[in-house]
């Protein structure tokens, strides 16, 4: 692999059936043990001052982490060895990550479209719980699953250079 599949800079002269090899050196059971996946582009060396930027300040940035962290743990109080989201196990995401059918619809409609597999299902559900926690919501929102979805960035890869194999 050259390195530059999907720089903005440089292009990729690999070959479609190379990034295919490549991508499927990770195993998908193996892809399905990490929550997110993203593509992470190249930042320009004048974006890095960061002169400019209207990005969100780091401190309401981690006052939402922390209430989004207290709020776990208030969640798990009574159960030993849970302290997060990322800690539930099955059973946990049964539930308290019940969603209202119209996000229950948005990932019945995912799952086959985009090939997740159950390990994966369950763990867009955690996601999708942590970013309601962050944006301080009680349920499970339909906004809340179509981003953790998006998260699942490789899922999506894996999926494109299967179906073009």
Not at 140 to 152: G, K, L
Request: net charge positive; glycine share 6%; proline share 5%.
């Amino acid at each position: 692999m050259c390195g530059y599949l999907g720089d903005a800079l440089r292009e990729c002269r690999c070959e479609p059936a190379a990034v295919a090899r490549y991508r499927a050196r990770i195993s998908g059971p193996l892809l399905d043990r990490i929550d997110i996946h993203l593509h992470v582009p190249a930042v320009a060396p004048g974006e890095l001052s960061g002169a400019g930027a209207s990005a969100e300040a780091s401190a309401v940035i981690r006052a939402r982490v922390e209430a989004a962290r207290r709020i776990q743990r208030e969640r798990f109080q009574a159960q030993p060895g849970i302290y997060s989201n990322a800690h539930m196990t099955a059973r946990d995401v049964r539930r308290y990550c019940r969603t209202a059918e119209p996000a229950e619809a948005l990932l019945r409609q995912a799952i086959p479209k985009l090939g997740f597999s159950a390990r994966a299902y369950s763990r867009v559900l955690k996601l999708a719980r942590t970013i309601a926690d962050l944006a301080g919501a009680m349920e499970i929102m339909p906004a809340h699953v179509s981003e953790a979805i998006q998260y699942r960035v490789l899922d999506r890869a894996r999926l494109a250079s299967t179906v073009g194999a």
